[in-house]
């Protein structure tokens, strides 16, 4: 343990944001990462209260107490090697993991939680630009050939930890670069992309190959999914030339919103506007979705409405509503209620603090528009009664709209992409496997693993992250008869 009275000691110091007028003007972070004193000074809040609720909070299992103590102690090599112990990609969810640790911690009872997802930023960073992390190459090699089907964070894990046991693992993407919805997805402005190629270039120095703009599958899939491929590989070939194929193909089905005026120009699933944002940024063509001196309005109150906000407001748009279905969350949760899980309350994101109207209980009935063009959208007001909706009476309104953007979820993953691995579905639509037991990621199609939103559905990087890991375990122990690497 760091200091013994340091939780009473010290208050919480987050991590600080540049100022909404100049980060509205770019599409890079904007986060300050704490300094090496700030961080042990939050390293020392830490209380060691015996049952780390965080440890089992923390999806990927991070040792956090013993990387607290260790940045404490100034001792950052090894707070690096703990952190690296758990966790493949500690820069990508010290920047975008919404911290359910934090929602665990024991401090964050009766005061703020310790900063842990701002210490873990600062070590990853730290380890970085001191050069400690680097390729670990199999020193030996098993002869055991493994296709990975999807270059996600799922993937990702998956393939480093197969590669760093000595099998040969190649990873096949449909879009021409790898990441998944980290690349293309989740803005610049949350988390810059040369994260994902530098530890591309790690992956390769361990061996792993990367055939991206190869889609792999049977018939075509729809075009609300982006597929950049120029090249298809059908399954049959995979499971001839593999030992074990891992299927981390994400949930990448957008959930539609059927009402009339559906099909009005203007009208976008989110990812349409996104994808070729990131796609801009990049320098590959310009976003022809623009927001600028629009009237937007985006349907959906979650993550990925938080982008769809954050980018329209980057563009320039004239006003932004953001409309949700559910009514709105408490402000703060019921702690001994709810503690030391993740509770439902009210959550501002730096998009929505960028500018932004919010309305909840809201229903969308149509959208109006003239010479094919979306105008305006007519919504009504919704009560909930036991979990029940219902409309209001005489509660319909209308709204101008010159964009608006569908950012309702993902229903499933493309269904022609398990169908052409004749993978059983569970009743979401999602590969059937379970997590535990003999069979663990194993799908009913022998040699063929599932993990990440592709098993689980629609989820988060860090939930990703664990089950590629344990899924390579599972394909580990499969092809070996037992296995080193960790659950
Ligand atoms: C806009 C947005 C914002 C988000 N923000 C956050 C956030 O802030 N924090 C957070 O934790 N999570 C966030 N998420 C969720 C998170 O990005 C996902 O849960 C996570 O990326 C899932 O990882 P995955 O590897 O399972 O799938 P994905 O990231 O979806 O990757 C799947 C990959 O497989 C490829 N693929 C699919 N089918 C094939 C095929 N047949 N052949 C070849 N390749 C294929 C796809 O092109 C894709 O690259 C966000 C999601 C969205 C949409
Ligand atoms: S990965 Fe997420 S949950 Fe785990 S320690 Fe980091 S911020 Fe917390």
Redesign the pocket.
């Known amino acids: 343990m760091g200091k013994v009275t340091g939780f009473m000691e010290f208050e919480r110091v987050d991590e600080t944001y540049e100022a909404p007028v100049k980060r509205l003007h770019h599409y890079k972070e904007f986060v300050a990462a704490l300094t090496d004193e700030e961080a042990k000074v939050q390293g020392a809040r830490c209380m060691d209260c015996g049952i780390p609720f965080c440890n089992s909070g923390c999806p990927v299992n991070n040792i956090i107490p013993d990387f607290n103590d260790l940045v404490f102690h100034n001792d950052w090599k090894n707070a690096l090697d703990v952190l690296q112990s758990t966790n493949n990609f500690p820069e990508f969810?010290g920047r975008?993991?919404?911290a359910p640790c934090e929602a665990a911690c024991t401090l964050g009872i009766n005061r703020a939680p310790v900063g842990i997802k701002s210490i873990e930023h600062a070590i990853i960073d730290k380890g970085w630009e001191s050069g400690w992390v680097k390729p670990q190459p199999s020193k030996t090699k098993t002869g055991k050939k493994v296709a990975v089907?999807?270059?996600?964070?799922?993937?990702?894990a998956a393939a480093q930890q197969l590669a760093r046991v000595g099998h040969d693992v190649t990873v096949?993407?449909?879009?021409d670069r790898?990441?998944?919805?980290?690349?293309?997805?989740?803005?610049d402005f949350?988390?810059e992309k040369w994260l994902i190629d530098r530890r591309v270039e790690q992956m390769e120095a361990e061996g792993v190959k990367f055939e991206t703009g190869?889609?792999?599958?049977k018939e075509a899939?729809g075009a609300e999914v982006?597929?950049y491929?120029t090249k298809t590989v059908s399954p049959d070939q995979l499971m001839k030339d593999f030992d074990a194929v891992v299927?981390?193909?994400?949930?990448?089905q957008p959930r539609d919103l059927p009402v009339p005026g559906r099909e009005l120009a203007g009208v976008h699933y989110?990812?349409e506007f996104?994808i070729p944002q990131n796609k801009e940024n990049a320098g590959d063509f310009k976003n022809e979705i623009r927001a600028t001196d629009k009237h937007v309005v985006v349907i959906g109150g979650g993550?990925?409405g938080s982008?769809?906000v954050g980018t329209s407001n980057r563009h320039g748009a004239t006003k932004i509503t953001q409309f949700e279905l559910l009514p709105q969350p408490p402000e703060e949760e019921n702690k001994p209620l709810v503690w030391p899980y993740w509770p439902t309350k009210l959550r501002t994101s730096s998009s929505h603090e960028e500018g932004c109207d919010r309305d909840w209980s809201v229903g969308t009935k149509r959208f109006e528009g003239k010479n094919g063009k979306v105008e305006k959208l007519i919504g009504v007001r919704l009560e909930w009664k036991d979990g029940k909706m219902a409309e209001v009476p005489n509660s319909e309104f209308e709204i101008k709209a010159d964009l608006v953007l569908l950012?309702m979820g993902?229903v499933s993953?493309?269904q022609q992409?398990l169908n052409?691995f004749g993978v059983e579905k569970d009743a979401r639509g999602n590969a059937k496997a379970t997590v535990d037991g003999q069979n663990a990621y194993q799908t009913n199609v022998s040699k063929v693993f599932a993990?990440?939103?592709?098993?689980?559905g629609?989820?988060?990087?860090?939930?990703?992250i664990r089950?590629?890991r344990q899924c390579a375990q599972a394909v580990d122990e499969y092809l070996m008869g037992s296995s080193v690497l960790p659950r």
């Open positions: 969810t975008i993991c919404p089907v999807g270059g996600g964070p799922a993937g990702m096949f993407e449909k879009n790898i990441g998944g919805l980290l690349r293309y997805g989740i803005p949350k988390m190869v889609f792999v599958g899939i982006k597929n491929s299927i981390t193909g994400g949930a990448e989110a990812l996104l993550d990925t982008d769809c950012a993902f993953p493309v992409v052409a993990a990440g939103d592709m098993r689980r629609q989820s988060l990087v860090v939930w990703a089950e590629g």
